[in-house]
């Protein structure tokens, strides 16, 4: 068996790792992971999937959902943290069981023999209802909120809740309908992958906007377009090079 543990705290990551050494020492640690960037570059990079991950919900940079938002990660997951109102999410994200910090070996072990059971009373698919689900699992899954950390707490932004994205000093701001911006941690490259093209498209080398939020366009020199957002007193401009398919977007969305 394989496995990967998500963790930011290394007194939990090493408590976990015992843990699981205690209960089958022929199980194979793949990975230790303590941020959603870590973890993102794992599942894009990794040969083979683990059979199962152990993830804490808050890490370093943010909540684990953002994974399961941005990446499909098909194996079962058992969730570790210290917070109870995470428990619906985390059974809508391959939960298979939710371990409340601090959890002794007793719970841990049960969590196993309820994935072990699981697995071995799961009826192998015929190759037609495979292939389905395989090409199922091959559908990008976009981003539809952010979670952003504030002095004051965490804030969840909704993707839908985004007017446009707009770097400042090489940094994205993503800007709300009422012009309150806040800071992502992504590249905006990285950015514009995430999001739904059917409603967002990348302006030009440092702009991003939500279809939703287009009011009208004007034309420009060099065969810009001026992009006007609605109820906001902020004009985009598309790029020279991205103006043609700007146009074709907005046909075909």
Known sequence: MKVVII????????KLAKFIGRYDSRIEILARLESVAATLRYFDSCAAAPDIVFADIELLDG???????????????IFTTAYDQFLLQAFEQSGIA?????????KFAAAMRKFETLKNNFAPADNALLRELQESLRQPKYKTRFVIKTASGIRLLETRQIAF????????????????????????????KTLNPKAFFRLNRSE??????????????????????RNLNIKLVSST?????????????
């Open 98 to 106: 939710y371990l409340l910090k601090p959890f002794d070996f007793q």
């Open 208 to 229: 991003i906007v939500n279809l939703n939020f287009i009011e009208n366009l004007k034309p420009d020199f060099h065969d810009r377009l001026v992009v006007c957002l």
């Open 7 to 14: 963790e930011d705290e290394p007194p939990a990551r090493e």
């Open 165 to 192: 994205v707009q770097m400042r000093n090489e940094i994205p701001f993503a800007f709300d309908a009422a012009g309150n911006k806040f800071p992502l941690g992504a590249t905006l490259t990285e950015l514009e």
């Open 241 to 253: 090079s991205r103006t043609p398919s700007l146009r074709k977007w907005l046909e075909n969305t």
């Open 63 to 77: 909540n684990v959902f953002e994974v399961f938002q941005m990446r499909q990660i098909s194996c079962p997951v």
